[in-house]
Structure formats: structure tokens, C-alpha cells
């Protein structure tokens, strides 16, 4: 009778499963809210339009037509102030601006005696077209980095105003840093720097009067 029985029990089980197994699959799956995916087409403009944006893009506009009035030999005055010495630090230095690349870049060329030792550095200054923006970089020979400002003009404080970065060679660390350069007429010029700390204090560092030769 045993023998009967168990093998009842295995084939009633093994239905019972597969009705479970087959209510299972008949349920009804959950649904959910379905997701729209916008696709994004994009338009590849034509020849003439290319052509068009890099016209725009290279072409001198009026900004370096400013750019250009600079053009000429400067005398200048530097003013340091050093954290630890209230009273500022003054050199002289001659300044050689010109155009290069077609009228495109400003490349400013410094010279002269800072701190006692003979001073070297270099500045090339771009207005962007496509940003609409000045780009400004420096280097000098008592360095080995490269500062990186941008910024823009205003014309009715006659002052381009341009923000970035160099690396401090006491921490190693890169600080902001900002710059202020105002237009008194098309032979003098004044530019004030700061440092710029974590929580936006400034802190002026250097000034330059700079007058052109006639």
C-alpha cells in the first residue's frame, strides 16, 4: 500500500507545481508609467555655413582694432607690495607692444631691471571672436608657469577687467588672481593686480602706470 501511495503523493505534487508554475506566467505583468526618450537629431550645417562661422571666427573685429592702439613703445612703472613690507617696491621697465598674425594678437614684450635683476617677460592678448571674450596669457624669466586670465571691457569705465589663475610657488597651489586694466586715454594706461582668496577678498598685489612714447 505504501508503495501506492508515495508514488500518488509525487505525481499530485508535480501537478500541483505545474498549475502553480502555469498561474504564475498568467498573471498579469506590473506595468509601468512608460518613459519617453526625446532624440536628439543633429544637424550638420552645410559647406557655406562652415565657411561662414570660420570667416566670422578669424576675421579682426573692432576689439582688435583697440587691441591695436596699443601699438608702440611704453615706459612703465612697477609697484609691488609684499605681504610682510607695507611699503611698496617700485621698478621701471620699457614695453614693446605689436600686432602679430595678421592684426589677430597683441604680443606685449617687457623689459628692464626688477629687483635688481635684469627682467624679461612676455604677454600675448586674443580676443575671441566665438566667445566674445579677451584672453590674456604670461610669462617671464623669473618664473616657470604660465598665468591664464579672460575677461571683458566695459566702455563706459573705459576698464577690461579679466579673472583666472597662476600657480603661487610658496604653496605649489594654484590661486585666483584678478586683473584691472584701465584706459585713461590711448597713451596712458593704468593696470592694478590682485590676489584673490576662498572667500573672495582681494588683495592687491602690483600696479603699473604706463605711459606711450610719442
Known sequence: MKKIILPL?????????????????????ETTPETVIEETVEVTPDSAAVAKAFEDYMM??????MLAKDTGTWDSELIFWMPDNPEPMKSTIVVN????LGGRYQEGIHKGKVWGQDFE???????????NQFISTW?????????????TYDEASKTMTLTGTMVDPVT???????EIITYTDDANQ??????????GKETKTMEVISKKRK
Open 9 to 29: 503523493l509525487a505525481i499530485t505534487l508535480s501537478i500541483s507545481s505545474c498549475k502553480k508554475a502555469e498561474e504564475e506566467k498568467t498573471e498579469p505583468a
Open 60 to 65: 579682426p573685429s573692432k576689439a582688435h582694432e
Open 97 to 100: 607692444y605689436n600686432m602679430i
Open 121 to 131: 617677460g612676455r604677454a600675448l592678448v586674443a580676443y575671441d571672436n566665438a566667445t
Open 139 to 151: 610669462i617671464d624669466n623669473m618664473g616657470t608657469g604660465i598665468a591664464v586670465t579672460k575677461g
Open 172 to 178: 605649489k597651489k594654484e590661486k585666483n588672481i584678478k
Open 190 to 199: 593704468k593696470m592694478e593686480m590682485f590676489d584673490v582668496n576662498s572667500e
